[in-house]
């Protein structure tokens, strides 16, 4: 369960961003629309932990994240909240299993070779579980950022402008992948973009303005 009640936040503590309240449960698809500059990614940010909100408060699975320490917020969102950002960020020197390695062990999680196995598998990236992750397409780099945002089968799996840059095949590939990976982890999956052509996809639907 994910709720949000009287959300705000400012840069300058002059100009306020304010957002809707909303309550999703697991197993749920959102998708949160708006013109580039009016907070979709600043919400995203206050949703995944990484920013904290000045007024009103997030709670996930019961958990106030405004009550968590910074060392709790940490453990608390590798274990619970999946992101995948708009450009991946891996460390390049190590292979694609390694950095999903990391991933579990930065969450407090242990080492679960068979389940990074099975899921790169998945995403049709088995062949390039030794790969160094400077050397993947972007196709490809996206589809393992999409793998270390749910290696931990987070309860919530947030992605920010997934396919702005994407022509419709791709898209449409892309969101499908997102998608199948949400359901088998039944996580809330929340996809923040102002990209019109999702907005037939999703039936739940949040416009900030």
Not at 40 to 49: D, E, M
Not at 89 to 94: K, M, V
Not at 116 to 144: P, Y
Request: aromatic share 4%.
């Amino acid at each position: 369960m994910l709720e949000t009640k009287d959300l705000a936040y400012s840069y300058d503590k002059t100009n306020w961003i304010t957002f809707p309240d909303m309550s999703c449960s697991a197993g749920d698809s959102y998708l949160i629309l708006g013109q580039s500059g009016t907070g979709k990614t600043t919400f995203l940010h206050l949703l995944s932990g990484l920013l904290k909100p000045m007024k009103g408060d997030i709670t996930i699975g019961g958990k106030s994240l405004s009550k968590l320490t910074g060392g709790q917020l940490d453990k608390f969102r590798g274990q619970s909240i999946g992101v995948v950002f708009q450009s991946a960020h891996f460390i390049s020197s190590l292979k694609v299993m390694d950095n999903l390695r990391l991933a579990q062990k930065l969450s407090g999680h242990p080492v679960d070779d068979g389940r990074i196995k099975s899921l790169l598998q998945t995403l049709n990236l088995g062949h390039k579980e030794s790969a160094l992750t400077k050397d993947l397409s972007v196709g490809e780099k996206q589809r393992v950022a999409i793998a270390r945002a749910v290696i931990n089968k987070p309860a919530i799996l947030l992605a920010d402008e997934p396919t702005s840059a994407l022509d419709d095949k791709n898209c449409d590939e892309v969101l499908d992948l997102l998608e199948q990976t949400a359901k088998d982890a039944n996580s809330i999956l929340m996809i923040v973009t102002h990209d019109n052509r999702l907005k037939t996809r999703f039936k739940n639907q949040i416009v900030i303005s």
